[in-house]
C-alpha cells in the first residue's frame, strides 16, 4: 500500500481522523523526544514536553499552512514546549534515567552500565550547543539523513554536516575512555 | 560521514533499549489524551459539511424555481406553435397579386392544367 505523505495524513488529521494523527505520532514520536531530549537533557521533561508537543500540534494543526513540512512545524513545537518546560521547572529535580518497567529488560549489571554510560554522555551533551544535540541526537540516535535534517529544521545541510561533525569530536572527546561503546 | 562516524553510544538514550515495547505505549498515551480533540474536529467536519450543503440550497433552490418556471413557459410557447396549422401557400402568394378570372380561363382552356410550372408559366405570361 502506498505511504500517504506528511500532508495527506495532516488534512485527515484536521478532520479528526484517529489513525491519520496515530501515523503522524507513529512517524515523528522518536525525532519529537531527540529534540525535547537536546534541550532538557532529561528523560522525564523530554517524554512529557514531547507527549505535550503532539497534543498542541493536535489543537494547532489548522495554523501548519504548508503540511507537507509538518515535521519541521512539529520541531519548532517541541523545542519551544521543551524551553517553557525547562523554565517553568527550574528547580524540579527530573528522573534522567527512564525507570526499567519490564521484567523482559536488561539484568542489573547492565541497566548500571546503561545507567553510567548515559551519565557521561549527558555530562558530554551539555558542552555542545543546543542545535548540535538535536543534530547529532536526530542523525546518530534517530538516523535522520543530512537532508532530512536540514529540510526539517530549516538550516542549510553543509551547516547540518558542520554541526553533526563538531558535536561528534566533542562527545568522542568526551567519551574517550568508553571506546568500546562509540 | 553518514552513517560510519555514528556516536553509537547515543543509542543509550533511546528509553525502548530498557522498555520494550516503550514507543508503543507512547503513541497510545497521546492518542488517548487526543481522543476528546479528534472527536471535536470530526464533529466540526460534519457540521462544515453541512453548512456547505444548505448554502448551497439556500441559493439554489430559486435559480432552480426560476429556471423551472422559464423552462415552462418555453415548453407551453412550443406546444402552442405546434397546434397552429401550418399557412397555407395559395397561388396568388405564389405569383405574388391576385388573379384575374380570364387568366383561369384562359389556362384552363389552354389545356395546361396537367403541369403546375407550366400553368404558373402561363398565367404569369397572360397577366403581364
Keep these: ?182 | 560521514m553518514e552513517d560510519n562516524d555514528r556516536v553509537t553510544a547515543l543509542e543509550a538514550f533511546d528509553p525502548a533499549r530498557e522498555r520494550p515495547g516503550y514507543w508503543e505505549q507512547f503513541r497510545a498515551r497521546i492518542l488517548e489524551n487526543a481522543a476528546f480533540e479528534l472527536a471535536r474536529r470530526r464533529e466540526a467536519a460534519r457540521e462544515t459539511v453541512a453548512a456547505v450543503l444548505s448554502g448551497w440550497s439556500r441559493s439554489l433552490i430559486p435559480v432552480a424555481a426560476a429556471a423551472a418556471l422559464i423552462a415552462s413557459i418555453m415548453i407551453v410557447n412550443e406546444a402552442r406553435q405546434q397546434r397552429q396549422p401550418p399557412p397555407r401557400l395559395v397561388l396568388e402568394d405564389m405569383l405574388g397579386g391576385p388573379l384575374g378570372e380570364s387568366s383561369f380561363r384562359a389556362a384552363l382552356g389552354a389545356g395546361v392544367q396537367s403541369n403546375t410550372a407550366a400553368f404558373l408559366a402561363f398565367v404569369e405570361e397572360d397577366t403581364r
Excluded at chain 1, 546503561?114 to 548540535?132: C, D, F, M, N, P
Aim: hydrophobic share 40%; charged share 30%.
Design chain 1, 1 to 182: 500500500m502506498r505511504q500517504r505523505s506528511d500532508a495527506e495524513l495532516v488534512t485527515q488529521a484536521r478532520c479528526g481522523d484517529r489513525e491519520a494523527f496515530g501515523e503522524l505520532v507513529r512517524r515523528y514520536q522518536r525525532a519529537a523526544y531527540s529534540v525535547a531530549l537536546s534541550v532538557t537533557g532529561k528523560h522525564q521533561d523530554a517524554e512529557d514536553a514531547a507527549q505535550e508537543s503532539f497534543m498542541v500540534a493536535l489543537q494547532r494543526l489548522d495554523d501548519c499552512r504548508n503540511a507537507d513540512r509538518f515535521a519541521g512545524w512539529l520541531l519548532a513545537i517541541v523545542r519551544n514546549r521543551s524551553r517553557n518546560l525547562i523554565r517553568r521547572e527550574n528547580l524540579r529535580s527530573g528522573d534522567e534515567i527512564p525507570a526499567s518497567a519490564s521484567s523482559s529488560g536488561p539484568g542489573p549489571d547492565r541497566m548500571a552500565d546503561i545507567s553510567a554510560l548515559r551519565g557521561r554522555l549527558k555530562e558530554a551533551l551539555s558542552t555542545l550547543t543546543e542545535v548540535q544535540r538535536e543534530i547529532v541526537l536526530l542523525h546518530d540516535l534517530e538516523g535522520w539523513k543530512h537532508d532530512e535534517i536540514s529540510e526539517r529544521i530549516g538550516i542549510p545541510s553543509g551547516t547540518v554536516r558542520s554541526h553533526l561533525h563538531f558535536a561528534r569530536k566533542a562527545l568522542r572527546a568526551r567519551l574517550a575512555g568508553w571506546k568500546d561503546h562509540i
